[in-house]
Nanobody, 120 residues
Framework: QVQLVESGGGLVQAGGSLRLSCAAS????????MDWYRQVPGKQRELVAS???????VYTDSVKGRFTISRDNAKNTVDLQMNSLKPEDTAVYYC??????????????WGQGTQVTVSS
């Protein structure tokens, strides 16, 4: 199978920056997309940013201009640079990958999540 390991969460003051990283390992033939999601208690998990292989990145409106998603395809990693953080960005952030694990077999995998807390 495939494991996704996130790192880089923490506590930061409003206006500050954090960088999240996610590394995928295991039975990977290729990765189609790597995404970042976030979730707060009582709410649905929401897509923050998506980085498809060979495609354009996508951001949810609330983070456009502040967050940047980037991938290293050779290392199977994805980062999320978060600038100008706001208290409403506080959430558990999850990495997700769409992975080809065998010929014609695609699966989705999630990381364990990393807490981001932005204080006002």
């Amino acid at each position: 199978q495939v494991q996704l390991v996130e790192s880089g969460g923490g506590l930061v003051q409003a206006g500050g920056s954090l960088r999240l990283s996610c590394a995928a390992s295991g039975s990977i033939i290729s990765i189609y997309t790597m995404d970042w999601y976030r979730q707060v208690p009582g709410k649905q998990r929401e897509l923050v940013a998506s980085a498809p292989t060979g495609g354009s990145t996508v951001y949810t409106d609330s983070v456009k201009g502040r967050f940047t998603i980037s991938r290293d395809n050779a290392k199977n990693t994805v980062d999320l640079q978060m600038n100008s953080l706001k208290p409403e960005d506080t959430a558990v952030y999850y990495c997700k990958a769409k992975v080809l694990i065998r010929t014609e077999l695609i699966r989705y995998f999630w990381g364990q999540g990393t807490q981001v807390t932005v204080s006002s």
